[in-house]
């Protein structure tokens, strides 16, 4: 299989401060409207990742009983400081989220507008975590958000977290509900983590492993033509089709069968 039959698009990283390559979104009702897409309620603990000027972050703490919040942006931080003082149930760190340890055992959820421009950082980071988010609501570029729920087609990014979530689009953003207004459409992705995944969690790193070997090498670097139309066969599935092009289940199907002869 040829690594170009999935395609994955990548962008520059550009460093700006994120108070400038973040669209902020100030609206409290529309906030309140998302939130009531979601299942948080006042036994959550929350974490929002970038808050920004904090507009999220109000009306996070007046429905949950722990939220942290984390702005790494100095100036930002500084006015959220000072706008929530002491507020009981908000813990505000002046840090970057990349670097930060998540719970270890306590069960979270995450709500965020997120910088743009670590996307997929952000989404790697929550979901290979040892204890990853129950559920996750992130706004971010439709284009981003396609590519990791594989619509219209999977992509490497979709392919490898979908054995341990659902991903769904939401909601789609007026770009006008954003200051400064984005030159691209937005929308509120949500993954939900599956209670029994598709493979072990103790496989995740050798699954995500396979698929970007399998991209670049091609499947018969790790399985024979015979075993690949076995697999296939015997779990009632087409054959790979001469692009190249693979669904998810396909894949599914292959790693198991690769697990089965290499004793994974």
Same mark, same amino acid.
């Given at each position: 299989?040829?690594?170009?039959?999935?395609?994955?698009?990548?962008?520059?990283?550009?460093?700006?401060?994120?108070?400038?390559?973040?669209?902020?979104?100030?609206?409290?009702?529309?906030?309140?409207?998302?939130?009531?897409?979601?299942?948080?309620?006042?036994?959550?603990?929350?974490?929002?990742? &970038?808050c920004?000027?904090?507009?999220?972050?109000?009306?996070? #703490?007046?429905?949950?009983?722990?939220?942290?919040?984390?702005?790494?942006?100095? #100036?930002?931080?500084e006015?959220?400081?000072?706008?929530?003082?002491?507020?009981?149930?908000?813990?505000?760190?002046?840090?970057?989220?990349?670097?930060?340890?998540?719970?270890?055992?306590?069960?979270y959820? *995450?709500?965020?507008n997120i910088?743009?421009?670590?996307?997929?950082d *952000?989404?790697?980071?929550?979901?290979?975590?040892?204890?990853?988010?129950?559920? *996750?609501?992130?706004?971010?570029?439709?284009? !981003? !958000?396609?590519?990791?729920?594989?619509?219209?087609?999977?992509?490497?990014?979709?392919?490898? #977290?979908?054995?341990?979530?659902?991903?769904?689009?939401?909601?789609?953003?007026?770009?006008?509900?954003?200051?400064?207004?984005?030159?691209?459409?937005?929308?509120?992705?949500?993954?939900?983590?599956?209670?029994?995944?598709?493979?072990?969690?103790?496989?995740?790193?050798?699954?995500?492993?396979?698929?970007?070997?399998?991209?670049?090498? &091609?499947?018969?670097?790790f399985?024979?033509?015979?075993?690949?139309?076995t697999?296939?066969?015997?779990?009632?599935?087409?054959?790979?089709?001469?692009?190249?092009?693979?669904?998810?289940?396909?894949?599914?199907?292959?790693?198991?069968?690769?697990?089965?002869?290499?004793?994974?």
């Amino acid at each position: 299989m040829s690594k170009n039959s999935i395609h994955m698009q990548t962008k520059r990283n550009i460093n700006l401060p994120f108070s400038i390559s973040q669209n902020f979104l100030t609206s409290s009702k529309t906030i309140q409207r998302l939130l009531r897409l979601t299942s948080i309620n006042k036994n959550d603990f929350v974490i929002e990742i &970038g808050c920004g000027k904090g507009h999220i972050t109000r009306e996070l #703490i007046k429905i949950c009983n722990d939220v942290n919040a984390f702005e790494i942006d100095f #100036i930002l931080y500084e006015k959220l400081k000072n706008k929530f003082g002491n507020t009981e149930n908000l813990n505000l760190k002046h840090m970057d989220f990349l670097k930060a340890d998540l719970p270890k055992h306590e069960p979270y959820k *995450i709500f965020s507008n997120i910088p743009f421009s670590i996307t997929s950082d *952000i989404i790697r980071k929550l979901t290979t975590a040892k204890n990853p988010p129950q559920e *996750i609501w992130l706004i971010m570029e439709k284009g !981003a !958000a396609k590519r990791f729920t594989g619509s219209p087609r999977d992509t490497p990014a979709s392919i490898i #977290i979908k054995p341990f979530f659902e991903t769904k689009i939401e909601y789609y953003f007026q770009r006008q509900d954003f200051h400064p207004m984005p030159s691209v459409d937005i929308v509120l992705l949500h993954f939900t983590r599956k209670i029994q995944p598709d493979i072990p969690v103790s496989q995740q790193k050798s699954f995500a492993y396979f698929i970007e070997k399998c991209l670049h090498y &091609g499947i018969n670097s790790f399985l024979t033509k015979t075993q690949v139309s076995t697999a296939l066969k015997l779990a009632k599935l087409p054959h790979i089709e001469k692009s190249g092009l693979m669904s998810y289940v396909q894949w599914l199907c292959l790693f198991r069968c690769y697990c089965k002869f290499n004793k994974i």
